[in-house]
């Protein structure tokens, strides 16, 4: 067993020896640790077998030195022999080398001059080909340099582009050419700041020139405008002309004949017209477009610029705070609205791209608005026609001028419409004023002609036409006053200043009659209406002045159909035309005559009411005075003598006759039932507490003088007794008490045929009990009662059946 073993770690030992020999060095730790690893003491026997492994070697090793030995003793033999030999070789070699050395040194040096001159003769070669390149580059760099000095930087830029593109990459290993290319950006951006700052100075140089670019494109519209107008006489009168051509500003026709554009001077003529062009620099715009184009940032440069124009363009939008003031103020305004778009139709067509036609319509729309809204503000200021009609003119040639440049202005000529209103409404207060004046300073009587030739004069102004007046001698008088020829003639005025407002507003002549009828109509209807119905209210107008106003309103309503026909003459439109508008003159002066006949009733109910109010009735009076009050007779004298003022009125012609004597009957029958009911009244008041007979016989006395003067035909026409009618409840009701009659009242109360028919139950009981007796201090029945105690009864039944009679009616 225990040979086994010792064979067993024999075999081992020599696996380890080995693999130590066959193996790395790094490696042979593993395998010196497995030694240990092993059995007790098994590292001493590893140690005696690597001592004989040892031994082993090294006789190996002397075996084979012992059989190289003699070869090597021989070869260092022969190595001495060959030294001497060597030694000797050196030194020949050496002498050689001397020679040789001393022979060569001349030509060396010669050698050595030509390479150095070849070298240079290639460095020269090189150089020049370098300069070659590098003086086009430098000669561009220079040409750069004097096209920043003199402004040319388009032509700078692209001279960038040359030296970026072409001449810089040939040469871009050296310095120069670096700093080159590291300035071109900086001066591209320096490039940029100075066009844009030339371009500052042309928005700012250009919002001052637009009013002056403005004047001169509508003053050339208004020259345009004036020599179609005369092209348009020309034509209307026979005189044919071949077609306008424009050469130079100057206008021709074929036919050899020179019109200038306005005023006719030849200066003018031989004028140049002038456009946006000629008085504007347009070359900063350009150049800066063009540099931003090149430089690759043109979205950035349009955008500027159209930010900039908008913003300029609502300052050109803002008016002036007094603009409303002058005309001037609207001009300025128009001026430069004008300047800013033509400065833009310019550079639409001459720039691609920097405005589109949608940015300029854009703002032309935003821009219209604020016209729109300035001018309905500003015009609603105006309180002169005069101012509003410059206006349109000026709205006119605004709108002409931007229509020519491709703007539409449609809403303009819509806008003129409400102008027109504004205009309408100016010339209404103005004539307003007119009429007013003409109404204080008549003097409300028929107009006195003394010669032919005066009455000639007022026919002219009036057309009235009368045949008898006519074969009257002179001196004559005509019906109306001579306010009626003034307003007819300012009536022509207002048409005549309503025609110049819708000159050259492009409507039909069908529409320009209509808006000619319509500012007739509202000056009648409206103007002349309130200031007769204002003037017939005026306390100091009298009865006479209202039957003259009531006069010439008849006069006025007749001319009303000349001045359709006026109209007619100026508008060539048949009044037979479908939408011709008539004018409502006829019920204007129907409506101020009814209120002049009103006025009259009224003043005469009033002057009867101021009589009335004088009246000093004695209500308790035993028996008449025989004689009608005084304030009574004084009241009919005054009646009297203010219808025979409707009398005397001029009657040449059966209108003016049967009008004033319907004025007449109509205010007569009014004076007198109004002057019935103030003394029905009188009796009837309810402050008046007792009546004696006496009193009723007096009031009866007056009543009677009433229907006298009703009776006496105070206005002729009245058939039969009709005016006395209008004292008919009075005279029932004081013949009731004065008869004492109430059996037949009461008996045939109700009947048709009553003879106290119009007296009420109401009013004769009322009147009744003031007269009764109804107390003991002041009895006025004190005496009937002495007398006849049985009447007093009588009165108490009567009274009863009034009451009777009246509860019977409420119920």
């Not at 086994?4 to 060095?25: A, F, K, P, V």
């Not at 026979?238 to 050899?256: A, I, M």
């Not at 349009?302 to 705070?321: I, T």
């Not at 019935?676 to 402050?687: A, G, H, N, V």
Request: hydrophobic residues 35%; negative net charge; charged residues 25%.
């Amino acid at each position: 067993m225990a040979e086994n073993e010792t064979l067993e770690c024999i075999t081992e030992h020599e696996r380890i020896l080995q693999e130590i020999e066959s193996t790395d060095t790094a490696c042979v730790g593993p395998t010196l640790r497995s030694i240990y690893d092993d059995q007790p003491n098994a590292h001493k026997r590893f140690m005696e077998k690597l001592d004989a492994r040892i031994r082993n070697h090294d006789r190996e090793i002397e075996k084979m030195c012992n059989f190289h030995h003699q070869g090597f003793v021989d070869a260092i033999t022969e190595l001495l022999k060959v030294r001497a030999d060597a030694e000797k070789l050196m030194g020949q070699v050496t002498d050689t080398n001397r020679r040789l050395q001393e022979a060569g040194r001349e030509v060396t040096v010669e050698t050595e001059e030509v390479i150095r001159c070849r070298i240079q003769q290639r460095n020269m070669a090189t150089t020049v080909e370098k300069l070659h390149l590098c003086i086009p580059v430098l000669e561009m760099y220079s040409k750069l340099k004097e096209q920043l000095e003199s402004k040319r930087y388009y032509a700078a830029l692209k001279t960038m582009e040359q030296l970026e593109k072409v001449f810089i990459p040939r040469v871009s290993q050296y310095r120069f050419c670096q700093i080159m290319a590291e300035n071109l950006p900086r001066l591209r951006e320096e490039i940029k700041e100075i066009s844009m700052s030339d371009l500052k100075d042309f928005l700012e140089s250009i919002r001052k020139h637009s009013d002056k670019v403005g004047e001169t494109a509508m003053r050339q519209a208004q020259q345009h405008r004036t020599f179609n107008i005369a092209v348009a006489k020309q034509a209307s009168m026979g005189h044919y002309t071949k077609p306008v051509y424009s050469l130079n500003g100057r206008t021709h026709t074929h036919n050899g004949l020179m019109m200038d554009d306005g005023t006719g001077d030849e200066e003018e003529a031989d004028e140049e017209v002038l456009t946006a062009q000629d008085l504007v620099d347009f070359s900063p715009v350009y150049r800066c477009l063009h540099i931003y184009t090149v430089l690759g940032d043109r979205e950035t440069f349009e955008n500027y610029y159209r930010k900039q124009r908008k913003k300029q363009a609502r300052l050109v939008l803002q008016p002036q705070a007094n603009m409303h003031e002058t005309v001037e103020g609207y001009r300025r305004y128009f001026n430069q609205i004008v300047g800013f778009f033509v400065v833009e139709d310019h550079i639409l067509h001459a720039t691609q791209g920097l405005v589109t036609r949608a940015f300029t319509d854009e703002l032309w729309n935003m821009a219209l608005s604020k016209i729109i809204a300035v001018l309905r503000t500003h015009s609603s200021y105006c309180d002169d026609p005069d101012l509003v009609l410059e206006l349109k003119n000026l709205i006119v040639i605004f709108a002409d001028t931007l229509q020519g440049y491709g703007f539409p202005v449609n809403r303009l000529f819509d806008l003129l419409f409400e102008v027109r209103d504004q205009y309408n409404e100016t010339l209404l207060k103005k004539w307003a004023l007119v009429f007013r004046e003409i109404f204080e300073l008549d003097n409300y009587s028929p107009i006195p002609v003394e010669t032919e030739e005066e009455y000639i004069l007022v026919v002219s102004r009036f057309p009235f036409h009368d045949a008898e007046i006519e074969k009257q001698d002179f001196p004559k008088k005509l019906p109306m006053s001579q306010s009626v020829p003034q307003i007819y003639t300012q009536v022509k005025e207002l048409i005549y200043a309503s025609l110049k407002f819708s000159e050259s507003l492009h409507r039909s002549s069908t529409e320009i009659d209509d808006m000619l009828r319509k500012s007739t109509n509202l000056l009648l209807t409206r103007t002349l209406s309130s200031c007769l119905q204002n003037l017939i209210k005026k306390p100091h107008i009298g009865l006479t002045e209202l039957v003259q106003i009531i006069i010439n309103t008849t006069h006025l309503e007749q001319a009303c159909k000349y001045l359709e026909e006026f109209i007619t003459n100026i508008t060539n439109v048949s009044p037979e035309t479908v939408h011709t508008t008539r004018l409502y003159g006829l019920s204007t002066f129907k409506d101020a005559r009814h209120a002049a006949e009103g006025e009259i009733y009224t003043k005469l109910n009033q002057k009867i009411d101021e009589f009335i109010q004088l009246a000093d009735y004695e209500w308790g009076m035993a028996e008449s005075d025989g004689r009608a009050s005084g304030y009574l007779m004084d009241l009919i004298n005054f009646l009297r003598s203010t219808f025979q003022v409707f009398t005397h009125l001029p009657n040449n012609n059966n209108d003016h006759a049967s009008m004033s004597g319907k004025v007449a009957q109509t205010a007569c029958m009014s004076a007198c039932k109004h002057l019935s009911t103030s003394l029905m009244q009188m009796l009837l008041d309810t402050e008046l507490k007792q009546i004696s007979m006496g009193a009723i016989q007096q009031f009866n006395l007056d009543v009677i003088q009433c229907e006298l003067f009703a009776s006496s035909e105070p206005v002729p026409g009245f058939q039969g007794d009709t005016l006395q009618l209008a004292f008919i409840d009075l005279r029932q009701l004081l013949d009731l008490f004065m008869v004492w009659d109430w059996s037949t009242y009461l008996a045939d109360y109700g009947q048709p045929t009553s003879k106290y028919l119009r007296v009420n139950p109401a009013t004769a009981l009322a009147l009744l009990e003031k007269m009764k007796d109804t107390s003991k201090k002041n009895n006025i029945f004190s005496q009937f009662r002495k007398n006849d105690r049985d009447k007093q009864k009588l009165i108490e039944t009567v009274v009863k059946q009034l009451r009777s009679l009246v509860n019977g009616m409420s119920s």
